[in-house]
């Protein structure tokens, strides 16, 4: 599907890592290059014709990502340089100053880093006590464990909304409800489903989102904080400076802009915002919902074909996304994708950002395909076909 729009594809690669990142369509260097070439300016700091240009795209991307996950307003978006900085921003900007020692966060062992290591940080820091919901039989969050977790000293949930290993969906509205009941402020890392389906932010009643750009067919080094007006009011800024304050004294008097400006101190990075209007406009085009279907439909493919292998372990067979973990039976999980490589396949090796989900998988490291629309059966049938043949596998890495 769409494959003609992206330039890499026509080389002779099979790219199944769109988990880590996504290829790039033609729209969105386009738009890059039309920012470097036809209006260079810097944003809200010009008095001329260019710069008005670019503060109008600027802030039209703003309420074209508000638009797209639904949020009240647009001054709901923070633009940041992706999910990992958008967590910290919650993290140490609200959550520091709103929880008190002992207070309890829950998460799961199978989060990414980047909403593991900062709550790790501030536990360490004010006295929190981070604890995690149990996972099922098939490492997945059910509310009844949700439940189970909850005490009268939880005062966060921070889940993703698809994980990155196991590759589950979290039932995000349901949950949302049952933390609102409990006066529990509802946190989601968003990093791997944005691109994938469909998430609206008041219907699921989130709190705080964060997002990257580059894992939707945007730039690397864009990504988005959402918050609700009220909370996200309330977040201190990280960066003092330029743009960020309406006025400042010689006797240390500062007055701050409003939000979302607040929180963008010094110069954005213009054209990754650009670059991430012009991905999601691309996304909307085709229909995340014909994107969501299509690539269920592989994955069921790619699933029937692996189980067809019997050196295979699949460890998430289950779940109804675009991820697959496995391994083949006594290969280290590097040593596969070098070997296809070879066959200019990309994978991802390793434990994925999710250094403590070998407690739970018993494993500590797997491959992991992450599949997109613009993937095709074709692609997975080489990929078989090369595994099918990995017993050569010493002959060909050594």
């Keep these: 599907m769409n494959r003609d729009d992206f330039e890499i594809l026509k080389k002779n690669i099979v790219y199944f890592d769109n988990g880590a990142t996504t290829l790039k369509p033609n729209v969105v260097r386009n738009s890059i290059l039309k920012y470097y070439d036809e209006y260079t300016a810097n944003a809200h700091r010009g008095d001329y014709k260019t710069s008005a240009i670019v503060d109008s795209l600027y802030e039209e991307a703003r309420e074209k990502v508000a638009n797209f996950i639904n949020a009240k307003e647009k001054s709901e978006i923070v633009f940041t340089s992706g999910t990992t900085n958008s967590m910290n921003m919650i993290i140490f900007g609200y959550f520091k100053h709103y929880l008190k020692e002992g207070d309890e966060v829950l998460i799961t062992l199978s989060e990414h880093a980047s909403n593991i290591v900062p709550w790790f940080m501030l536990e360490k820091e004010i006295g929190i006590k981070l604890r995690y919901i149990d996972l099922d039989e098939n490492h997945e969050v059910s509310i009844d464990n949700v439940k189970k977790a909850i005490t009268d000293k939880t005062k966060v949930i921070s889940i993703a909304m698809t994980t990155n290993v196991v590759g589950d969906t979290r039932p995000i509205k349901e949950i949302s409800k049952l933390a ?78 409003e939000i979302p400006t607040r929180l963008e101190g010094g110069t954005p990075n213009i054209e990754g915002v650009l670059g991430l209007s012009a991905a999601i406009s691309y996304i909307e085009e085709i229909g995340i919902d014909k994107i969501n279907k299509y690539e269920k439909e592989l994955r069921r493919y790619l699933i029937s ?86 017993e050569n596998i010493w002959k060909e890495i050594l």
């Design 180 to 257: 609102h009941d409990n006066d529990i402020l509802m946190v989601v890392d968003a990093a791997q489903g944005i691109a994938h389906s469909r998430i609206d932010v008041q219907d699921m009643n989130i709190d705080f989102m964060a997002f990257s750009g580059h894992k939707m067919y945007g730039p690397t080094g864009i990504g988005v904080l959402y918050g609700k007006f009220d909370l996200l009011d309330k977040v201190k800024p990280f960066n003092y400076g330029g743009g960020m304050n309406a006025m400042f004294t010689k006797d240390g008097y500062v007055e701050l802009r």
């Design 305 to 390: 074909e692996l189980d067809k292998l019997d050196f295979i372990d699949v460890y998430n067979r289950e779940v109804d996304t675009s991820i697959v973990a496995f391994n083949i039976k006594g290969v280290f999980a590097q040593d596969t994708a070098v070997y296809l490589d070879k066959y200019n396949i990309c994978v991802r090796a390793g434990n994925h950002c999710a250094k403590i989900l070998d407690n739970e998988l018993n494993i500590s490291n797997t491959v992991r395909i992450s599949l997109s629309f613009y993937n095709n059966k074709e692609e997975i049938d080489l990929l078989i076909n090369v595994l099918k043949n990995s």
